[in-house]
């Protein structure tokens, strides 16, 4: 697996940062501001803490990955919340959640995403999540059959199959460990096209830059070997992407894996499109929500 697509694999859901206004409806629903801070505990007991706002089936459910927490979906959460139950949470380890986790991986943050689901009890939830999210997002589905209509993957499942080796990822582990803030600078640098805006870069790197470190170090070495194939097959909901073009995503070769993938694909965009067109992201979203809510 090369280096860029470790880091795509990695990252956490950078979404709408405070520099960037709060995206419109896009035909989806009006703003809502009332955002409730909720909590529950996983089935290993750390307590996990979300946001919550708005009414309405589906509930839309986003899950960030390592190094972000619930609140860089904020502004998806007011987008949205006229029409829907939305949920954002911080994963164990990330944000307010507990970080007293003795065992880490894509399953136990799938099991933090269900134990929020089984809390608030809607009927049907789509799982929108960005890189790492992407593949807890599959692995939550698979958690909650019946309740899961799909996920949403954005800027993930480029592919699906992949693993990242033992060693590749005990190197990188203690590259954060060893120097979290050169490490994350690294990481920053492969993620933006090169014309990105220098302030959302910072603002990212600023909010990065709060996870703890032994968290991100957990988090980095609970992915060696794990491979999003076999989940991917195993799902019986379709699975859709809305990605940037800085890493290709190959269509057809997920289709290979997952017939009923689909994917949505932003020209001249990086690996946070919530962030760097929120209106645009929003749209697409509205779009995708709409179809797998049939």
């Not at 709408?16 to 290993?44: F, Y």
């Not at 998806?76 to 880490?104: M, Y």
């Not at 199959?161 to 979290?180: P, T, V």
């Amino acid at each position: 697996m090369t280096r860029l697509k470790f880091w795509m694999f990695l990252l956490a859901a950078v979404g709408a940062l405070s520099l960037v206004a709060a995206a419109q409806n896009q035909g989806e629903t009006k703003m809502v501001n009332n955002i409730e801070r909720k909590t529950c505990q996983a089935p290993d007991g750390v307590t996990i803490v979300y946001s919550a706002a708005g009414a309405g089936e589906p509930a839309l459910v986003f899950i960030h990955g390592g190094l972000a927490d619930r609140t860089f979906w904020d502004a998806q959460i007011k987008a949205f919340s006229g029409r829907h139950r939305v949920l954002a949470l911080d994963l164990a380890g990330h944000g307010e959640s507990g970080t007293n986790r003795q065992k880490w991986g894509i399953p136990e943050f799938a099991a933090d995403v269900r134990a929020v689901v089984e809390a608030e009890k809607p009927r049907r939830v789509i799982l929108i999540g960005n890189s790492l999210g992407g593949p807890v997002a599959i692995e939550a589905a698979l958690l909650l059959p019946g309740r899961a209509l799909g996920v949403v993957g954005v800027d993930t499942f480029q592919d699906l199959g992949s693993k990242i080796g033992a060693d590749e990822a005990r190197q990188r582990a203690e590259l954060f460990r060893g120097d979290f803030s050169g490490g994350l600078k690294q990481m920053l640098r492969a993620l933006f096209h090169p014309d990105a805006n220098p302030a959302i870069v910072a603002e990212a790197e600023r909010r990065m830059a709060r996870t703890s470190p032994e968290a991100a170090y957990a988090t980095l070495l609970s992915l060696a070997g794990y491979d999003t194939g076999p989940p991917a097959r195993r799902l019986s909901v379709p699975i859709w992407a809305i990605n940037g073009d800085l890493f290709p995503t190959d269509v057809e070769a997920v289709r290979r894996v997952k017939a009923d993938f689909d994917a949505v694909i932003l020209p001249h965009m990086g690996h946070y499109p919530m962030l760097e067109r929120p209106e645009e992201f929003n749209r697409h979203l509205a779009s995708i929500v709409t179809e797998l809510s049939r």
